[in-house]
């Protein structure tokens, strides 16, 4: 069974720094598209970055500057690191990536989810 898996989240004050996550487990062949998610209590989840296997970049405009995505293609994993972050920046961090699997003997590209990881940003 293919899982993401994030860890790194926490507690942190302002202009503080964060670095998260996320590690593909089970049966991948590789990967494409990954990248990070939030979503604050009351708001609609929203994207954060993406990272292609190119390593082309998107970053939403409340983080650019600040946020740093990189990966490791070899080992199917995504990181974020944040930097001067804001309690703006509180939330539940998701890691997203589309991954090649074999099913049924067919090669199959999904899109999967993390469990989330929660970022708090207070004095």
């Known amino acids: 069974q293919v899982q993401l898996v994030e860890s790194g989240g926490g507690l942190v004050q302002p202009g503080g720094s964060l670095r998260l996550s996320c590690a593909a487990s089970?049966?991948?062949?590789?990967?494409?598209?990954m990248g990070w998610y939030r979503q604050a209590p009351g708001t609609q989840r929203e994207l954060v970055t993406t990272?292609?296997?190119?390593?082309?970049?998107v970053y939403a405009d409340s983080v650019k500057g600040r946020f740093t995505i990189s990966r490791d293609s070899a080992e199917n994993a995504v990181y974020l690191q944040m930097n001067n972050l804001k309690p703006e920046d509180t939330a539940v961090y998701y890691c997203?990536?589309?991954?090649?699997?074999?099913?049924?003997?067919?090669?199959?590209?999904?899109?999967?989810w993390g469990q989330g990881t929660q970022v708090t940003v207070s004095s």
């Open positions: 990272i292609t296997r190119g390593r082309s970049t």
């Open positions: 089970g049966s991948i062949l590789g990967s494409e598209t």
């Open positions: 997203n990536a589309d991954l090649w699997t074999i099913v049924g003997g067919t090669n199959r590209l999904s899109n999967y």
